[in-house]
């Protein structure tokens, strides 16, 4: 009996793993959902954060069209203070959703653009770069903010 419900679990694991590659499902923080990330910040985010993350110069004063300049996302930006809910709304929804007050940016909401897994990829993508002090800090940040 004990032989039976351990193969039936093992066939059960099995067949979730299979129909999880089968839609196309990674796992952000693996080798191949940080490759993904890296592909989509390429296409969708490097124009603007530049291809090393260092963001726009001047990031943290308002350029002439009264928009703030897009930020770095390597450890000398910001991106570590904030959780992964924030981070994620962020890239979906654009940073006024989250900022308010007026916070005018050049960056759109990508929601319609990226799927919620392309989002979590290129933030995990980010993630990885940063060294051990700011992903720790980050983690804290996102583990007060419920976990994700």
């Not at 299979?18 to 796992?27: C, E, I, V």
């Not at 910001?78 to 979906?92: G, K, M, P, Y």
């Amino acid at each position: 009996m004990r032989m039976a419900v351990g193969a039936l679990a093992l066939t059960g694991g099995a067949g979730v793993l299979w129909l999880l590659a089968a839609q196309g499902a990674t796992a952000p923080d693996s080798p191949a959902g940080l490759a993904r990330g890296a592909a989509v910040y390429a296409q969708s985010c490097a124009s603007c954060h530049g291809a090393a993350l260092q963001g726009a110069p001047d990031w943290t004063a308002p350029g002439p069209d009264g928009l703030m300049p897009a930020p770095p996302h390597d450890a000398t930006g910001h991106t570590w203070h904030h959780s992964d809910r924030i981070l994620f709304r962020i890239v979906a929804e654009g940073p006024a959703s989250v900022v308010g007050g007026g916070y005018r940016s050049a960056m759109p909401g990508f929601g319609d653009v990226l799927s919620d897994a392309d989002i979590r990829a290129v933030l995990a993508h980010i993630r990885s770069t940063w060294p051990e002090r700011q992903r720790t800090y980050q983690a804290e940040m996102t583990a007060r903010d419920g976990g994700g």
